[in-house]
């Protein structure tokens, strides 16, 4: 797949499926729909069903819904205008679009477990994948190797978790071992050397070699269904866990005065390119992944987010609408300012730090 044409298409379906969101939620609250438009204008086309225009936009590049009365006061059809409704209704059309990114992550990711397994604890130590110039792959180790334990010094040793076995095999750096492996239900032995701490490279084991005690299980096709969509909604709730993390880390960063590390439209390029080169299921998930990072940056409290209307929602109990229409016009520019300004900002440190993304 084209990286440009990837890169289109995750957008527009994250975009996308967000707007459809509001649109779903403001149909049922019975507000008016003006307009739902897939891309941005210029309008290459539109089609008016009923009270709705479905509008097919030159700039291919997610989507909008118009909102009859949303952010404006309307003299006519008053009852069918966004204002006009309650405050439950509305903040449920706000929030819409962010349960709507979230449920696509969970969808994706359970596509992946269907199709990969479901993770499930074992006390089996498996080799997962291989560093590069692992001394472990050298020595005729291989992908699903069951690692039984190893024996120095006529003493054999077995290890109930990765943990443990980790441990003993940095004790014993440098020093000859005997791995003990089993291989489709086979025994086997291997001699090897794990490496000093001088000659391990960062980030890599002694061994050079992935390991996990998680193994992946396939069920009959009706539980597996289940299986995959709790598996799948798991994945997503620690996801959005670990991006507010992550912006807690950021705005910590920014108060200390450090350039926080944020992927801008160059970064994002890129990783699309890479995770499209794996191949689909690599695709699915990184999409799963940024699905979750839209979802929870429109729940932050700011200017031109989802969380920036649920705010003015609020102050609706303490103040008149007339103040907070005032109010929301100025934060509103303040917000284009600001975003703005980040974009250009975020867009200059992907340039900066192009290479680090090829």
């Known amino acids: 797949m084209a990286t440009g044409l990837a890169f289109a298409l995750v957008f527009s379906i994250l975009i996308f499926i967000h707007e459809f969101g509001h649109f779903l939620a403001a149909k049922k ?5 003006e307009e739902f438009g897939f891309g941005f204008p210029p309008r290459i086309f539109g089609l008016k069903i009923g009270e709705t225009l479905y509008s097919l936009n030159w700039i291919l590049f997610g989507g909008f819904v118009k909102i009859y009365g949303q952010g404006e006061e309307v003299k006519e059809e008053k ?10 209704a509305r903040a449920l059309v706000i929030l819409s679009g962010i349960i709507m990114n979230f449920l696509l992550a969970v969808a994706l990711f ?24 692992s001394p472990a792959k050298e020595i005729g180790l291989e992908l699903g190797d069951v690692i039984l334990g190893f024996e120095i010094n006529n003493e054999t040793k077995t290890f109930a978790n990765t943990e443990n076995f980790i441990k003993a095999v940095d004790e014993y750096r440098g020093q000859k071992i005997n791995l003990k492996i089993e291989r489709q239900k086979e025994q086997l032995q291997f001699e090897i050397v794990p490496r000093t701490q001088e000659e391990t490279p960062e980030q890599e084991g002694p061994l050079g070699v992935a390991i996990s005690s998680v193994e992946t299980v396939f069920y009959p096709w009706w539980k597996m269904i289940f299986s995959s969509i709790i598996a799948g909604f798991k994945e997503a709730v620690s996801w959005v866990i670990l991006v507010f993390s992550s912006i807690l880390i950021s705005l910590k960063q ?33 999409t799963g992944i940024l699905s979750v990072n839209l979802a929870v940056l429109n729940f932050l409290p700011l200017p031109l987010l989802d969380g920036g209307w649920l705010i003015l929602i609020i102050l609706e109990n303490f103040f008149t609408r007339k103040k907070i229409a005032k109010l929301e016009q100025k934060v509103n520019i303040i917000g284009i300012i600001f975003f703005g300004i980040l974009m250009i900002l975020v867009t200059i440190n992907d340039f900066v730090n192009r290479r680090m993304y090829q």
């Open 29 to 33: 609250s019975g507000m008016k729909v």
């Open 79 to 88: 009852k069918r205008s966004f204002l006009a409704k309650t405050k439950k």
């Open 110 to 133: 359970s596509i992946i477990y269907g199709k990969l397994g479901i993770p499930k604890a074992s006390d089996k130590i498996s080799v997962v994948d291989f560093a590069k110039n």
């Open 254 to 286: 920014l108060i200390l005065g450090e350039a926080p590390q944020v992927a801008g439209p160059i970064g994002i390029y890129y990783l699309t390119k890479q995770a499209a080169k794996e191949g689909w299921l690599t695709l699915f998930q990184f």
